[in-house]
């Protein structure tokens, strides 16, 4: 089961550091992604990063403000949001994907598990 946090309001050009856990068990051998949905909206797949760590996907509207990583703790990983804008509003999720590869990170259903969402709300 993974559990996401770090959720709140934060002024236009704050950061948030998201954190993805699992309970009962390790990530280490996912693709750990990020999505977010706002109201009305579909849900978007924001960062992932590969089982090893090696490779990393980024959407192109976070691209150089986020950061995903791997802890150093076998079962955490994060994302850092730097310079964030009113459109980063959203609930964000983390998912867990088996094969361990960023490949198709965008398509939901081939992520087995997900977090509950924390809210990220970027509002002066």
């Known amino acids: 089961q993974l559990q996401a946090s770090g959720g709140g309001l934060v002024q236009p050009g704050g950061s948030l550091r998201l954190s993805c856990t699992a309970s009962?068990?390790?990530?280490?051998?996912?693709?750990i992604a990020w999505f977010r949905q706002a109201p009305g909206k579909e849900r978007e797949a924001v960062s992932c990063i590969s089982s090893t760590g090696e490779d990393i996907y980024y959407a192109d509207s976070v691209k150089g403000r986020f950061t995903i990583s791997r802890g150093n703790s076998k079962n955490m990983v994060y994302l850092q949001m730097n310079s964030l804008k009113p459109e980063d509003t959203a609930v964000y999720y983390c998912?867990?994907?088996?094969?361990?590869?960023?490949?198709?990170?965008?398509?939901?259903?081939?992520?087995?598990?997900w977090g509950q969402g924390t809210q990220v709300t970027v509002s002066s």
């Open positions: 998912a867990a994907k088996p094969s361990g590869t960023i490949v198709a990170v965008s398509t939901p259903s081939v992520y087995d598990y």
């Open positions: 009962g068990g390790t990530l280490d051998d996912y693709a």
